[in-house]
């Protein structure tokens, strides 16, 4: 911070020319910047292109992330588009993959549609698809933290944008089933084409076993939070 100046001198063909000082004052700024709205102590982002950018974890530890019942997934995340290729199902993370097989079963995930509303999306043990669009009415380019919390025993999915619940809970028929040959990935759908692709940045991605309640997602979103947490299954700062 501090006051400086430099002077620019612009000389033509003839070789004339002309001088004049710039001043510049720059102000210490105390605080850490905040940019378009994502949580200040996000270090790192994953950047995705929407063509043939994904991130597979796995299973998990003993099959930690194959999770039918109690969840909480979180995450930040960017929007850069909302369809590519005329298809709008740009998934930030799924358990399972295109596939009619019940091995290949999608436990769990969310994608942003052509209005730039999240969907949840699981599916039972007849392979039958259970899913709900809620009416986030996304911004692109803009930053906001996401949290999808399914209780099982009450069979619903509340979602969460930046803290808040978005609407009513989505009620759901038959829980997660299958999903037995199949992974996590995030930013994809394994077997679909370049549509079902996120374009975009996600941040800070948690998964979880629990239900978590809206006092935990407000107390912990915006900070980095310990590996050894109760119910806590995976965390990928990006």
């Known amino acids: ?23 510049v004052t720059v102000d ?23 063509s043939n950018d994904y991130v597979d974890a796995g299973r998990g530890t003993d099959d930690s992330l194959a999770i039918t019942g109690d969840l909480t997934v979180e995450t930040w995340f960017k929007p850069e588009a909302y ?4 298809t709008a199902r740009p998934y930030l993370f799924v358990f399972g993959e295109n596939s009619t097989d019940l091995t290949k079963n999608a436990l769990y995930g969310v994608y942003i549609d052509d209005a730039g509303d999240l969907v ?21 380019g803009d930053w906001h933290h996401l949290a999808m919390v399914r209780d099982d025993a009450a069979q619903t999915v509340t979602l ?10 989505f009620n759901y028929t038959a829980s997660a089933a ?27 991605m948690r998964v979880w076993n629990d239900v978590r309640t809206i006092d935990e997602i407000n107390a912990n979103m915006d900070t980095y939070i310990s590996p050894s947490e109760t119910g806590l299954v995976s965390n990928w700062k990006m």
Not at 9 to 23: E, F, H, L, P
Not at 83 to 86: C, D, L, P, R, T
Not at 120 to 140: P, R
């Open 120 to 140: 949840y999306v699981h599916e039972d043990s007849t392979v039958t698809t259970h899913s709900h669009a809620f009416d986030t009415n996304l911004v692109l």
């Open 160 to 169: 969460y944008i930046d803290g808040a619940a978005v609407g009513s809970p």
């Open 83 to 86: 369809s590519i290729n005329g």
């Open 178 to 204: 299958g999903g037995s040959a199949t992974t996590f990935t995030a930013g994809a759908l394994k077997g679909a084409s370049s549509a079902y692709a996120f374009d975009g940045q996600l941040a800070d």
């Open 28 to 50: 210490a700024a105390p605080d850490a910047p905040v940019g378009l709205g994502v949580s200040s102590h996000i270090e790192n982002a994953l950047a995705l292109d929407g």
């Open 1 to 23: 911070s501090g006051a400086d100046s430099f002077t620019v001198k612009v000389t033509d063909a003839t070789g004339s020319y002309s001088t004049r000082t710039i001043s």
